[in-house]
């Protein structure tokens, strides 16, 4: 079955620093990325929305220089959190579509 | 947009008990989805239910698609069903409520 692969699973760094998350689909192409971000008990929530070698759609109060999504393969797509503060630790996950849709294993990432 | 409500929110189990779970929509939908969330946050499918019946196991669903509802049966618990359960519609995008946390206790 279609799988997608998300690295890393667990991040810590420190405040004003950056992270990269990457999701890679393994056995198809993912025309779509879906990038959700969950807090503590809560829902998932829908931050952006990428098509393959275009910008990303940002949900209403995410702020797009903070999250820069990149789509620029069928199999790649990256969301980098820039100058991160503790308020962006939360569960990152991504969801991969081509002719169906997969969910990445998801990030914890934790600023300190 | 679509709104999704579920209930309970929080459920406490003895095992071997039964239990079901609410999924509310508030439009029509072509898709709608079930899945448990692991401890380490992890997303199991469990059914793609947009109509009918299904059984898997220890699970099945029913969805209600002309009243708008969606219904886990989860029978004989186990310990390890623990997590959190979460109902999502929609396809482009996914929407998901807010989720039903289950603890299954020995």
């Known amino acids: 079955g279609a799988v997608v692969s998300q690295h890393p699973s667990w991040v810590i760094c420190k405040s004003g620093t950056s992270v990269k998350i990457e999701c890679r689909s393994l056995?198809?192409?993912?025309?779509?990325m879906f990038w959700y971000r969950q807090f503590p008990k809560q829902s998932l929530m829908l931050m952006a929305t990428?098509?393959?070698?275009?910008?990303?759609?940002?949900e209403q109060g995410v702020e797009k220089d903070k999250f820069l999504i990149n789509h620029a393969s069928l199999t790649l797509s990256t969301l980098t959190v820039t100058s991160a503060h503790p308020e962006d630790s939360s569960f990152y996950i991504c969801?991969?579509?081509?002719?169906?849709?997969?969910f990445g294993s998801g990030t914890r990432l934790t600023v300190v | 947009g679509i709104q999704v409500e579920q209930s309970p929110p929080d459920l406490i189990l003895q095992e071997g008990a039964n239990s079901t779970l609410r999924c509310n929509f508030s439009d029509s939908v072509n898709n709608l989805q079930w899945f448990h969330q692991n401890p380490w946050g992890q997303l199991i499918n469990l059914f793609y239910i947009p109509s009918g019946t299904k059984q898997n196991g220890r699970l099945s669903a029913t969805t209600v698609a002309t009243e708008r509802y969606s219904l886990l049966y989860i029978s004989s618990s186990q310990t390890t069903d623990s997590g959190v359960y979460f109902c999502?519609?929609?396809?482009?995008?996914?929407?998901f409520g807010k989720g039903t946390r289950l603890s299954v206790i020995a």
């Open positions: 990428s098509n393959e070698g275009s910008k990303a759609t940002y």
């Open positions: 999502a519609v929609g396809n482009t995008p996914l929407v």
């Open positions: 969801r991969a579509g081509g002719d169906g849709y997969t």
């Open positions: 056995d198809f192409q993912a025309t779509t």
